[in-house]
């Protein structure tokens, strides 16, 4: 599990559970989006088959099929809801013995999807599992997961990221310095989204134009690059040390704009996370800061 970065919790929990050789048969993965979730139930599933002594080896045919997505014992169920015929079809599978591994391992992402009667016919199997099946869910957070199901799980706690682990990443990857510190500040965490900025090539942050929100799924992007951008204003305002400034791009585009303005706007930024949150008209909102800072 040492190729996934960060998650020392998630680790030792999982290298406790197969050092002990008792191995719970249903895991909740719980953490934010793009921190490993997933190629750690990857991992897991080849430490629980893999041949070789040092699991997993990354290395034996067990782990090679499985991280090339090719095992045919490694379920991954990733669509946007879970159905009542997919669980259906999970749980005639589950009963019958693996076809190469020691293990079947299902993992179902987004677990939060399931629908209630997804969820309600998995609760039979995840309360008696066969004993050759492992299931691991992962979910953002456990709000909405029935509490049944996650009375029956091992929950293992995902968090972001660290900065300074995402900076040494992008280095690695030949990363400019400089755009290496911001991309890791911006990407709040996220390891996936680090990645897409540096091989986008810009920090996905350039305050956008108006048509751009209209097109957006989620406001979680640009509400952070413009948090920072206003984060960056406030500080330089208020005469702070360069060093604490981030980005000088974000300066440039608050040039002139006064702190009073500028604390306003960072609290309406977060009235419209909450906007957010509840599924309300965050798009409005937004268009309407994008206007603001515009006119300015
Ligand atoms: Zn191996």
Redesign the pocket.
């Known amino acids: 599990m040492r190729e996934i970065l960060g998650q020392k919790r998630a680790k030792k929990i999982l290298e406790n559970a197969i050092q002990q050789g008792r191995v719970p048969h249903f895991f909740i993965f719980v953490g934010p989006d793009g921190v490993g979730k997933v190629s750690m139930a990857k991992e897991f599933a ?1 430490a629980l088959n ?3 002594t040092d ?6 045919p ?2 090679l099929s499985i991280l090339n997505n090719k095992n045919p014992d490694v379920i991954l169920i990733n669509n946007e809801t879970i159905g009542i015929s997919q669980t259906r079809e999970l749980k005639e599978i589950a009963f019958l013995s693996p076809i190469s591994g020691r293990y079947r391992v299902f993992i179902i992402e987004n677990a939060e999807n399931l629908t209630l009667p997804s969820a309600n016919s998995l609760l039979k199997v995840l309360e008696e599992p066969p004993a050759s099946s492992i299931f691991i869910f992962t979910a953002r957070d456990l709000n909405n997961i029935l509490k049944t199901i996650i009375s029956r799980a091992l929950i293992v706690p995902f968090s972001p990221v660290k900065r300074d682990v995402i900076f040494s990443l992008l280095m690695e990857k030949g990363c400019p310095e400089s755009l290496a510190s911001e991309i890791s500040y911006l990407s709040g965490g996220n390891v996936e989204r680090a990645l897409e900025m540096f091989d986008a090539g810009d920090l996905g942050g350039k305050i956008v134009s108006y048509q751009d929100i209209e097109a957006l799924d989620t406001p979680d992007q640009i509400l952070d690059t413009i948090s920072v951008a206003l984060r960056d204003g406030i500080l330089s305002l208020a005469g702070a040390d360069e060093r604490f400034i981030i980005s000088k791009r974000s300066k440039a585009i608050l040039n002139g704009s006064r702190l009073e303005n500028l604390i306003e706007d960072f609290f309406f930024i977060q009235e419209i996370k909450a906007l957010e949150d509840c599924n309300s008209d965050w798009r409005l909102a937004l268009a309407l800061l994008y206007r603001e800072l515009e006119v300015r």
């Open positions: 080849m893999c041949l070789g699991r997993p080896c990354r290395n034996c067990m782990c």
